[in-house]
T-cell receptor, first 112, second 114 residues
Framework: GQNIDQPTEMTATEGAIVQINCTYQTSGFNGLFWYQQHAGEAPTFLSYNVLDGLEEKGRFSSFLSRSKGYSYLLLKELQMKDSASYLC?????????????FGGGTRVLVKP | DVKVTQSSRYLVKRTGEKVFLECVQDMDHENMFWYRQDPGLGLRLIYFSYDVKMKEKGDIPEGYSVSREKKERFSLILESASTNQTSMYLCASLTSGSSYNEQFFGPGTRLTVL
């Protein structure tokens, strides 16, 4: 089975740093994705990790530890436009159709 | 620019009606997916397809069927719509061609069943 957990909601101040954790227990693993979703819009891709370690992309970084079933998304220098939901998703192996299983999403509210 | 399009952004239907949601991608992707998204439940996979005329059940296929007659088009069908199928429906596609696979989403269809 698949189980992906992330906090429901987080609040942070403009200019600060926020770390969104994601833990997973899945029957197969072929990469972990982070998506951003603004209210009423489709999710947009942020990052992809398949090997352990940190991937940095501008203000956003994503970390993966496969042995611990753990990832985090780090948002630095928060801006008001970063207020959104952040979705963690684990991809199944190709033999299982490459399908993504999503966590419930973490709603981040950035305050002035 | 990669593109996944869905036939409607908003749709209102009555209980018992047959509903078709269409999704088209122009990226020549093999894999296509239909999700529904509900508050507090996140994105849940309904059906997916990894090739033309192939389909696989996702986590919540009951009450739905799909059709993939052409590679670029993946249709979701509600044979007899019910109020508990009121939701946001998202289509997505991705390629199988490399180890790095970003799944692209369409804009979503917000379906209301009265």
């Amino acid at each position: 089975g698949q189980n992906i957990d992330q906090p429901t909601e987080m609040t942070a101040t403009e200019g600060a740093i926020v770390q969104i954790n994601c833990t997973y227990q899945t029957s197969g693993f072929n990469g972990l994705f982070w998506y951003q979703q603004h209210a009423g819009e489709a999710p947009t891709f942020l990052s992809y990790n398949v090997l352990d370690g940190l991937e940095e992309k501008g203000r956003f970084s994503s970390f993966l530890s496969r042995s611990k079933g753990y990832s985090y998304l780090l948002l630095k220098e928060l801006q008001m436009k970063d207020s959104a939901s952040y979705l963690c998703a684990v991809r199944a192996p190709k033999a299982a159709g490459n399908k993504l299983t999503f966590g419930g999403g973490t709603r981040v509210l950035v305050k002035p | 620019d990669v593109k996944v399009t869905q036939s409607s952004r908003y749709l209102v239907k009555r209980t018992g009606e047959k509903v078709f949601l269409e999704c088209v991608q122009d990226m020549d992707h093999e894999n296509m997916f239909w999700y529904r998204q509900d508050p507090g439940l996140g994105l849940r996979l309904i059906y997916f397809s990894y090739d033309v005329k192939m389909k696989e059940k996702g986590d919540i296929p009951e009450g739905y069927s799909v059709s993939r007659e052409k590679k670029e088009r993946f249709s979701l069908i509600l044979e007899s719509a019910s109020t508990n199928q009121t939701s946001m429906y998202l289509c997505a596609s991705l390629t199988s061609g490399s180890s790095y696979n970003e799944q692209f989403f369409g804009p979503g269809t917000r379906l209301t069943v009265l």
